[in-house]
């Protein structure tokens, strides 16, 4: 069974411009949580999609942005970049909410110079 | 300040050793999940736990989830070189499904 992916794997943008993030989940799940983790900080939680709803968000700002198509399939937006954007983005997939277990893709390494 | 504490944040042992890497909270979770994660790469699902108390195994791994559901712990066993890796601990709240994350271990197993 194929796991969780995500387009593409490295990314490199100006500062001003616009990031399109992807990620597919694994067959069957609905949940679509996605994730910063920048040098030094961490894992950041942004956002959680289920059943094609934005269900909660991070503190982040609404630069950060994103959707879940009718397949589950998610996007992340991000709008005019700053320097410290630059991140691994990492998309995370469940069966349901509640108590199931989030199983992450490689992630997409975001550059902003 | 972080929701989940882990420690020690390095760690650095002898092939053979045995480890233990601690996560704790004051806030209650509704399961706890542990991960290990590569350099530039996704962090890979270890276990989850959801029962106060309960204890899992998985070959050399042991994972233990506090009684209160606030804490745990992660013991490995004769560590390999295989074992060196960044090891995060996340929590999801009652009501809350995402993952708030430990700062995460590293634990280094030199030959």
């Known amino acids: 069974e194929a796991g969780v992916t995500q387009s593409p794997t490295h990314l490199i943008k100006t500062r001003g411009q616009q990031a399109t993030l992807r990620c597919s989940p694994i067959?069957?799940?609905?949940?679509v949580y996605w994730y910063q983790q920048a040098l030094g900080l961490g894992l950041q939680f942004l956002l959680w999609?289920?059943?094609?709803?934005?269900?909660n968000r991070g503190n982040f700002p609404p630069r950060f942005s994103g959707r879940q198509f009718p397949n589950y399939s998610s996007e992340l937006n991000v709008n005019a970049l700053e320097l410290e954007d630059s991140a691994l983005y990492l998309c995370?997939?469940?069966?349901?909410?509640?108590?199931?277990?989030?199983?992450f893709g490689p992630g997409t390494r975001l550059t902003v110079l | 300040t972080q929701l989940l504490e882990q420690s020690p944040q390095f760690l650095s042992i002898q092939e053979g050793e045995n480890l233990t890497v601690y996560c704790n909270s004051s806030?209650?979770?509704?399961?706890l999940q542990w991960y290990r994660q590569e350099p530039g790469e996704g962090p890979v699902l270890l276990v989850t736990?959801?029962?106060?108390?309960e204890v899992k195994k998985l070959k050399r791994l042991t994972f233990q989830f506090g009684d209160a559901r606030k804490d745990s712990s992660l013991h490995i066993t004769a560590a390999q070189p295989g074992d060196t890796g960044l090891y995060l601990c996340?929590?999801?709240?009652?009501?809350?499904?995402?993952?708030?994350f430990g700062a995460g271990t590293t634990v280094t197993v030199r030959a």
């Open positions: 996340a929590g999801a709240l009652r009501n809350d499904y995402k993952l708030s």
């Open positions: 736990v959801v029962t106060g108390g």
């Open positions: 995370a997939s469940s069966l349901g909410t509640g108590r199931a277990s989030q199983f």
């Open positions: 067959s069957g799940h609905t949940s």
């Open positions: 999609y289920d059943e094609g709803e934005e269900r």
């Open positions: 806030s209650v979770f509704s399961s």
